[in-house]
């Protein structure tokens, strides 16, 4: 099993910036790909970018050129800076790391952006 904990979401004003951080523990051995998704209420799970073990990154063209994914693997941490925010990035964002076959979630955590 592997165990993320997401942190660092809250309210930002429009054009303002947030850091998102998620620690994953337990399992972590062969943890590959590592990610941040969002998901609206009553909306399918939207992804917003990804990293590979070899940092190797993947965007949302709504946010290419806005966020900044990145890891540490030594701290089994991954990160996601958000610039230039705007009201529609206000959403629960979740972290997601995929261990061998399997997809594990965190909680999710609340992104709130005042326009």
């Known amino acids: 099993q592997v165990h993320l904990v997401e942190s660092g979401g809250g309210l930002a004003q429009a054009g303002g910036s947030l850091r998102l951080s998620c620690a994953a523990s337990?399992?972590?051995?062969?943890?590959?790909?590592m990610g941040w998704y969002r998901q609206h209420p009553g909306n399918q799970r939207e992804l917003v970018a990804t990293?590979?073990?070899?940092?190797?990154?993947n965007y949302a063209d709504s946010v290419k050129g806005r966020f900044i994914i990145s890891r540490d693997n030594a701290k089994n941490t991954v990160y996601l800076q958000m610039n230039s925010l705007k009201p529609e990035d206000t959403d629960v964002y979740c972290c997601?790391?995929?261990?061998?076959?399997?997809?594990?979630w965190g909680q999710g955590i609340q992104v709130t952006v005042s326009s």
């Open positions: 997601y790391a995929r261990r061998v076959q399997y997809n594990y």
């Open positions: 337990g399992s972590i051995l062969g943890i590959g790909r």
């Open positions: 990293i590979t073990s070899d940092g190797t990154t």
